[in-house]
């Protein structure tokens, strides 16, 4: 089974910018759908971006597109999410994971990374 680890979280100051990385170990990554998920304080864990195994096919939450941009390194079996114009409402916990076929939601989600802290001050 594949395992995920988060990196590139800190904190930033509104208008900012943030490059996260998931990071996998395990032979199946270039097959694998992948997400990134985000959970703030005393609200439950949100969508917020996927890409297809190919790196051709991307969808974003409502409230992060134009701003942010998912990616990933096949080679290097990455997947990144960079993060502009930052506003304090993105301030979570940020999570990567793999997903299953069409969905967009923690349920169609698995093999959780631990996470990565995003904090925009404003």
């Known amino acids: 089974q594949v395992q995920l680890v988060e990196s590139g979280g800190g904190l930033v100051q509104a208008g900012g910018s943030l490059r996260l990385s998931c990071a996998a170990s395990?032979?199946?990554?270039?097959?694998?759908?992948v997400g990134w998920f985000r959970q703030a304080p005393g609200k439950e864990r949100e969508f917020v971006a996927r890409?297809?195994?190919?790196?051709?096919?991307?969808y974003y939450a409502d409230s992060v597109k134009g701003r942010f941009t998912i990616s990933r390194d096949n080679a290097k079996s990455t997947v990144y999410l960079q993060m502009n114009s930052l506003r304090p409402e993105d301030t979570a916990i940020y999570y990567c994971?793999?997903?299953?076929?069409?969905?967009?939601?923690?349920?169609?989600?698995?093999?959780w990374g631990q996470g990565t802290q995003v904090t925009v001050s404003s």
């Open positions: 395990g032979r199946t990554f270039n097959f694998l759908i």
């Open positions: 994971a793999a997903m299953k076929g069409a969905a967009l939601t923690t349920q169609g989600a698995y093999s």
């Open positions: 890409i297809s195994w190919s790196g051709d096919n991307t």
